[in-house]
């Protein structure tokens, strides 16, 4: 469970650290972004339906209340950046679960 949980954190962390990179150049007025450093939707969307599901398990199977908000903010992200990629999975998440 530990390296599920710290692969759920490498995976918020990927997708952030992309998101501060464009913005810090964006506020350095640079004229050029490199997207190389971006999370990139397109090459991530075939892993949404395998991954949404995965952190709802995941968070659901934590005994604390700090791993269930690591999972969950890891959740959200992931969401976040997917925009409308993410609906095919939306199902998982607003379902009803008394086990989160």
Not at 75 to 82: F, M, P, Q
């Amino acid at each position: 469970m530990a390296a599920r949980l710290t692969a759920a954190s490498a995976l918020r962390m990927c997708i952030e650290v992309s998101i501060v990179v464009i913005v810090r150049r964006e506020r350095e007025n640079a004229d050029f972004v490199d997207q190389s450093l971006g999370f990139d939707i397109t090459s991530f969307e075939p892993f949404i339906p395998g991954v949404v599901p995965q952190l709802l398990s995941l968070a659901s199977e934590l005994d604390t209340v700090e791993g269930k908000k690591r999972v969950i903010g890891c959740l959200l992200t992931v969401i976040g950046r997917s925009e409308t990629r993410v609906r095919a999975n939306l199902e998982a998440v607003i379902r009803p679960s008394d086990k989160v």
